[in-house]
């Protein structure tokens, strides 16, 4: 399925199908195309609408996860949904939190995978250096369990990225913020249908981190996927979804 991408006012974005909407939010290092294997599969019975998120675009002095959802809450405004039904992987899934926190009432479910909030481990124990594509290769082969998922297309994209001074500066911007802005007191006080898929060998957020998620939220399930890292709906998409599928059918009226 080729998809269009959507450019009005300050927002470029996905818009396909209808029915609820699922407002799908890309991670750090993420891209529209993250999402593609969800949005073949639930377009047919949702309307699914992935905004890109301006990480290098945004004023760096408003650049942090809180600045990041007053931008989304903006586009839900310009799109004049009432309601939607929020899907965050990683930096995404942080966004989603803090969306929720600040506009309880526009969001009726929220799906999580490899979600940041609580704790995150992006780059190891070092951040990304500029110049070095075989350290880079590895650090972006932590994201999948499956090795062939690191393709060169993938290390090209963010070594282009890491090579621009700007763009780099954003990226330890964001992943600072994430990690100052933990969600632990707040995700008590979310009390929507909440829905945790996680990889087994996550290493980025490991699994005890989806157990810790699980336990704070009031009303969440868990599922994992096994032999599968932190972006399932990329490397496991037929699992993803099906699990999905089940979360949305049971709390979502058609």
């Given at each position: 399925?080729?998809y269009?991408?959507?450019?009005e006012?300050?927002?470029?974005?996905?818009?396909?199908?209808?029915?609820?909407?699922l407002?799908?939010?890309?991670g750090?290092?993420?891209?529209?195309?993250?999402?593609?294997?969800v949005?073949?599969?639930?377009?047919?019975?949702?309307?699914?609408?992935i905004p890109?998120?301006?990480i290098?675009?945004m004023?760096i002095l408003?650049l942090s996860?809180?600045?990041l959802?007053?931008?989304?809450?903006?586009?839900i405004e310009?799109?004049?949904f009432?309601k939607?039904n929020?899907?965050?992987n990683?930096l995404?899934?942080?966004v989603?939190?803090v969306?929720?926190?600040?506009?309880?009432f526009?969001?009726?479910?929220?799906?999580?995978?490899g979600?940041?909030?609580?704790?995150?481990n992006?780059?190891?124990?070092s951040y990304p250096r500029?110049?070095?594509?075989v350290y880079?290769k590895d650090?972006?082969?932590?994201?999948?369990?499956?090795p062939a998922?690191?393709?060169?297309?993938?290390v090209?994209?963010?070594?282009?990225?890491l090579?621009?001074k700007?763009?780099?500066?954003?990226?330890?911007?964001?992943a600072k913020?994430?990690?100052r802005h933990n969600?632990r007191?707040?995700?008590?006080?979310?009390?929507i249908?909440v829905?945790l898929?996680?990889?087994?060998?996550?290493?980025?957020?490991?699994?005890?981190?989806c157990?810790?998620f699980?336990a704070?939220?009031?009303?969440?399930e868990k599922?994992f996927?096994?032999?599968c890292?932190h972006?399932p709906m990329?490397?496991r998409?037929?699992?993803?979804?099906?699990?999905?599928?089940?979360?949305?059918?049971k709390?979502l009226?058609k």
């Amino acid at each position: 399925m080729e998809y269009h991408i959507r450019k009005e006012n300050k927002f470029n974005y996905i818009d396909e199908g209808e029915g609820e909407v699922l407002l799908l939010l890309h991670g750090l290092f993420g891209a529209l195309s993250n999402w593609k294997d969800v949005l073949n599969h639930f377009s047919k019975n949702y309307r699914v609408v992935i905004p890109l998120m301006p990480i290098f675009e945004m004023n760096i002095l408003k650049l942090s996860v809180e600045g990041l959802a007053n931008f989304i809450d903006e586009f839900i405004e310009y799109k004049k949904f009432t309601k939607v039904n929020l899907l965050g992987n990683s930096l995404g899934g942080h966004v989603a939190l803090v969306y929720i926190k600040k506009h309880p009432f526009k969001v009726k479910t929220l799906l999580l995978t490899g979600s940041s909030g609580l704790y995150e481990n992006a780059f190891g124990a070092s951040y990304p250096r500029k110049g070095d594509r075989v350290y880079m290769k590895d650090r972006i082969s932590l994201t999948f369990y499956d090795p062939a998922s690191t393709t060169e297309e993938l290390v090209d994209e963010v070594y282009e990225t890491l090579q621009d001074k700007g763009k780099l500066l954003r990226i330890l911007t964001m992943a600072k913020s994430a990690i100052r802005h933990n969600m632990r007191k707040d995700i008590p006080n979310i009390k929507i249908p909440v829905c945790l898929i996680w990889g087994k060998q996550d290493t980025i957020t490991p699994p005890e981190v989806c157990d810790e998620f699980h336990a704070l939220f009031p009303a969440s399930e868990k599922h994992f996927i096994d032999k599968c890292g932190h972006a399932p709906m990329m490397e496991r998409p037929h699992e993803f979804n099906k699990i999905a599928d089940a979360f949305y059918q049971k709390n979502l009226s058609k």
